[in-house]
């Protein structure tokens, strides 16, 4: 089955203790992406990668880092958590990258992060 | 900066009736708009697109239109059932930048 998953779906941290939420897509997609959705804000692009080494900041990079080693994979790291990282994380992917005309993400079923 | 957002943050329908949620965007240079909807617990889901070549488009009981003069999108919902309960949300590409900027959301209730 075709699908984005991201792992864990619920994390409860520390301040300042790193933690990495990971995703994977079985589709072959170039383009993958993370979003934060938090209340009447909708959801908010972190980083966004177009293809294995390519990464780009979002709109809210800061205090998260990702890696693209394997076109696969596309994980999601805190270096030093804080409260105002506490959110639901998406996690998606797509099969061309958005300017060549196929924008339709798929998304992971969402990482909910509490940062104590 | 470039918005897109929604006119209502919430809209309830009586099931078996039709459902319209609004979107206005800002940004001129868009030529790609998405709707997704997003089921508690779930990510969002892709529902329908269009390009901003076509001012209508047509899924199975969803349509799509698309105003570009006033820069408004809405997507209409036939026969609605308690499927359809969830978060809807528009999202556009503004016509070159390589991601989909997306809008609040409007969550719609159907009432059994």
């Known amino acids: 089955e075709a699908q984005v998953t991201q792992n864990p779906r619920y994390l409860i941290t520390v301040t300042g203790k790193k933690l990495t939420v990971t995703c994977s897509q079985n589709m072959n997609h170039e383009y993958m992406s993370w979003y934060r959705q938090d209340p009447g804000l909708g959801l908010r692009q972190i980083y966004y990668?177009?293809?294995?080494?390519?990464?780009d900041k979002g709109d809210v990079p800061e205090g998260y880092k990702v890696s693209r080693k394997e076109k696969r994979n596309f994980p999601l790291i805190l270096e030093s958590p804080s409260p105002n990282q506490t959110s639901l994380y998406f996690c998606?992917?797509?099969?061309?990258?958005?300017?060549?005309?196929?924008?339709?993400?798929?998304f992971g079923s969402g990482t909910q992060l509490s940062v104590l | 900066g470039e918005s897109v957002g929604l006119h209502l943050p919430t809209l309830s329908v009586q099931e078996g009736d039709n459902s319209i949620i609004n979107c206005a965007y800002s940004n001129s240079a868009s030529d790609y708009f998405i709707w997704y909807k997003q089921e508690s617990g779930k990510g969002p889901q892709f529902i329908i697109d269009i390009r901003s070549n076509m001012d209508k488009r047509q899924g199975q009981r969803v349509t799509v239109l698309l105003n570009k003069t006033v820069k408004h999108l809405s997507l209409q919902i036939a026969a609605t059932q308690p499927g359809d309960s969830a978060v809807y949300f528009c999202a556009e590409n503004g016509g070159g930048n390589e991601k989909l900027t997306f809008g609040t959301g409007t969550r719609l209730t159907i009432i059994p």
């Open positions: 998606a992917s797509s099969f061309l990258l958005p300017r060549q005309g196929d924008e339709k993400l798929f």
């Open positions: 990668s177009m293809n294995v080494e390519v990464t």
